[in-house]
T-cell receptor, first 113, second 113 residues
Framework: NAGVTQTPKFRVLKTGQSMTLLCAQD?????MYWYRQDPGMGLRLIHYSVGEGTTAKGEVPDGYNVSRLKKQNFLLGLESAAPSQTSVYFC????????????FGQGTRLTVV | QQQVKQSPQSLIVQKGGISIINCAYENTAFDYFPWYQQFPGKGPALLIAIRPDVSEKKEGRFTISFNKSAKQFSLHIMDSQPGDSATYFCAASIRSNDYKLSFGAGTTVTVRA
């Protein structure tokens, strides 16, 4: 049982480049989330999804897009990377209707130079 | 602005001592208060959680104390062990708001042997 798997684990981008972060969960969870973690700021919600085909904005959505074409996958896209997007990105998933434990992936460390 | 304020930013405790981390919130609609533990290079993992109808919850050496009127909650780690050295995040969410977690800034706990 892999839980929540994030790909890639590390990436260095040049300013203006684009990339997609992939999150896959094998727990049949309805809800999926993308957070970014920065020193002294905890984790901040970027976008989330409450089911296949749905997405919604979180606290810091600017510069990011997401898609949930399949229930088990949640993709986070950066169309034109900026140094301010240097961060550690975490994907999480949770049970239907939420309210229960959110399971987190191992994170993707992204550096934009 | 962060909806959940956490303190201290870091603390050092001797093995066998008590670690105390405090959090405060303003939004009285929050109805779920989890604590997450994160080791370096890993994603956060749920440690213990409480709902506002309970004033205290204990699981092993970890206890949450909840003060609804003061809008504060805290994590106590009793008999701290070197293996407890990690970053701890308090969080809060609202059942009717898709259970999106609002995190505190985190506390790095170092337990000295």
């Amino acid at each position: 049982n892999a839980g929540v798997t994030q790909t890639p684990k590390f990436r260095v981008l040049k300013t203006g480049q684009s990339m997609t972060l992939l999150c896959a969960q094998d727990m049949n969870h309805e809800y999926m989330y993308w957070y970014r973690q920065d020193p002294g700021m905890g984790l901040r919600l970027i976008h989330y999804s409450v089911g296949e085909g749905t997405t919604a904005k979180g606290e810091v959505p600017d510069g990011y897009n997401v898609s949930r074409l399949k229930k088990q996958n949640f993709l986070l896209g950066l169309e034109s990377a900026a140094p301010s997007q240097t961060s550690v990105y975490f994907c999480a998933s949770s049970y239907p209707a939420g309210g229960k434990e959110a399971f987190f992936g191992q994170g993707t460390r992204l550096t934009v130079v | 602005q962060q909806q959940v304020k956490q303190s201290p930013q870091s603390l050092i405790v001797q093995k066998g001592g008590i670690s105390i981390i405090n959090c405060a919130y303003e939004n009285t609609a929050f109805d779920y208060f989890p604590w997450y533990q994160q080791f370096p290079g890993k994603g956060p993992a749920l440690l213990i959680a409480i709902r506002p109808d309970v004033s205290e919850k204990k699981e092993g050496r970890f206890t949450i104390s909840f003060n609804k009127s003061a809008k504060q909650f805290s994590l106590h780690i009793m008999d701290s062990q070197p293996g407890d050295s990690a970053t701890y995040f308090c969080a809060a969410s609202i059942r009717s708001n898709d259970y999106k977690l609002s995190f505190g800034a985190g506390t790095t706990v170092t337990v000295r042997a």
